[in-house]
């Protein structure tokens, strides 16, 4: 089908998905969640030709566990579609209200976003957790995912288009961008006729790319180089809990630990301790030439370089400043932060306060790890993603983040 | 000054002016205020070099008159300034709180920007404005002005630099770029890494330039094409005071009304004695067939394309549409309008809710003038422009949309 065509149908679909209840929502994203399970050999097996080409194509080991769908990650998707259908409906609320003195009367509300997009890798698990998120918050979705995935993401639409029409609803509700050619990508980030709002997920490359070309409004998400420092204050104990977290819990993820940032005061009695546990668990050590001194007694530790500073890793690598006090370090993260989450460690309370005032990112953490920046660890829920700008939303992004809002005016005849 | 420079410059003051007290920041709008009114003789000079430049250029006299600079309007300009030192200061302020299980406390708080672009055409009365808004804001701004401008806005620049120096502050809160041809303003719309947000300010084209070419991202502001629908359950009087008030009481601004929507049942009691009143204001009128006919007895009224209905006209220029009901009336309007401002008149509570809801714009009235839709009228004060999309703000643009916000999470140790 024609691009501008899938514009047009979710331009026009968009209002009849604002307007349904809560209740209509809630029962067709379980109903969605049981067709998922009951189709499930039939998405299997159109993934199975996804990962043969993914073989063939000598994909890399991870991204092809990314690829795989399983009964049990099917199982799991649907689950995660019921606990949509569990969160609040964050469409309607009235979010302020206030007379004027010519007592029109001001009502400011929650209101969808109309139609989103979203452009993301070879997952097929966002088809359906994206399509649910931006569904119960009332909006119509179009969905572009990698050509790598196009037959489990169309196995996974049609499962889902599907269930809305047997349910006497407009399937449009969600679609997907069947085109795998990059020229199609390129054309629907400029839809801005139709589309209200575009959100990328995936690697700092796609993101580059949509922030790059799209004139939809972006929303960006996932990058993070995210850093702990420990100030010279710091309880060592909880230093090293939180570094090991948050360097080694998870690697992928874009709030684990990339650069560790050590007051000059703390780095003999913590780096010696740390680099030991952090090398048992196969983290390399890039260092400054004042860390090095103090891990002297080591080996492998190699020397960090400005370009180390600025990489989000994603891998067991941890590079290491030292800094002479707090507000070197905070400009050190300033500088090569991405927005997205940091922490200080410390007992200083006036030193803690600096830190959370000044660095400049979605989540500041004092004594916490940063991977808790999370939607569910947040308490909101499942997300579409962590926003690392600072337009509508920052930092995890669920349900109440994929509406904006609308003011209503009521009067009796005001003019001015 | 190169403009990479000029962004390093935004980008290391932006901290400065994050964390400046409310108290030094009215103090300095109040003496920046005083400034503008005691150098007004210099920056008045100035503006006769950009004023005889535009008459050799033969601008419209419209826009020579948004181009003067007088005594009185530099005194309007420093009150304008004056009025912000005297709004709320939107940093800092706690939005949410709350504490997870395991017993993390996470803070919601309203912070700065950081850097915020503003690209404008001829008026620089926008340039003290926009200033004083990002500023009082705890934002760095850059500002690029049209270059029909230039003259009179290095002056209020100078001045307000000055000023900052004076009192002992980095003048590059306020930075302008003087360069003045357009492959610098295109190369400045890019430099995502030093500015945070765009906002344009100026026409349609201006915008729309800006949307295209930006890779910061930008809110959209200003252009309306507001409609006023006349509900069969109007009530005449009140139908004919917001129609007369919404459209000639200013025709250049973009919450004017420029098109009417009318009930076909209640087109021959209204149409007839609107529309002369509209022809006394020397308001051309382009109506469809069924409008036109209960017409037919006043001369020159014109017919209506598909054209006028998309047009903001900014003019003595109204469309006229027929429908048959509220639901045509509201798809024709989420057709062609551009999510502004627009208006119901009705005494029928349950067509006015499924208008306020239905309706995709940033303000729906009900039986009130669109002519409100402005930060003064709202209770907001002095505001930046009235978005026009979804993303981030919608509608008037006080200070406090001029703020992003942080999420702060304060623990012991905890780790997942």
């Known amino acids: 089908m024609e691009l501008k065509e899938l514009g047009c149908r979710a331009k026009s679909v968009k209002y009849e998905v604002a307007l349904l209840s809560t209740e209509v929502k809630n029962e067709l994203l379980h109903s969605i969640a049981d067709a998922l399970v009951a189709d499930a050999d039939e998405i299997i097996a159109q993934n199975a030709i996804d990962m043969e080409n993914g073989r063939k194509n000598n994909m890399h080991p991870g991204l092809l566990d990314r690829l795989l769908l399983t009964q049990e990650r099917m199982e799991a998707i649907a689950e995660g579609l019921r606990q949509v259908a569990n969160l609040p409906d964050p469409v309607g609320e009235v979010l302020e209200t206030f007379t004027r003195p010519n007592r029109m009367v001001i009502e400011k509300i929650s209101v969808p976003m109309g139609v989103i997009g979203i452009i993301y ?71 801005k006729e139709y589309v209200d709002v575009l959100i990328p997920r995936g690697g700092a490359g796609l993101i580059r790319a949509v922030v790059e070309n799209a004139t939809i409004p972006v929303i960006e998400t996932g990058t993070g180089n995210c850093h702990v420092y420990v100030d010279k204050d710091a309880d060592i104990e909880k230093a090293i809990a939180i570094i090991m977290n948050a360097k080694t819990q998870r690697i992928g993820v874009c709030n684990a630990c990339e650069s560790l940032v050590v007051h000059e005061d703390i780095r003999e009695e913590l780096l010696p301790v740390l680099a030991k546990k952090l090398q048992e668990k196969n983290v390399e050590i890039r260092a400054d030439e004042a860390a090095r001194e103090a891990l002297s007694g080591l080996d492998n530790i190699l020397s960090a370089t400005e370009e180390d500073f600025g990489t989000e890793y994603l891998d067991y690598i941890i590079s290491v400043k030292t800094v002479a006090n707090e507000d070197e370090a905070i400009a050190h993260i300033n500088r090569y932060n991405t927005g997205h989450s940091e922490c200080i460690v410390t007992e200083n309370e006036a030193v803690a306060e600096k830190f959370k005032q000044q660095v400049d990112a979605a989540c500041v953490y004092v004594n916490v790890s940063t991977r808790f920046t999370d939607g569910f660890e947040f308490g909101f829920g499942a997300e579409i993603g962590i926003s690392t700008q600072k337009l509508h939303a920052r930092g995890p992004m669920g349900l109440r983040e994929l509406n904006s809002y609308k003011y209503t005016i009521v009067g009796d005849g005001q003019i001015r």
């Open 121 to 191: 890798e070879s997952r097929p698990n966002v088809t359906p957790d994206a399509f649910g998120l931006c569904f119960k918050a009332g909006n119509a979705v179009i969905l572009k995912g990698g050509s790598d995935c196009i037959h489990s993401n169309k196995a996974i639409t049609d499962c889902i288009r599907k269930t809305l029409s047997g349910k006497g609803y407009n399937p449009d509700m969600v679609q997907l961008i069947e085109a795998t050619d990059r020229s199609v990508t390129a054309e629907f980030m400029k839809m």
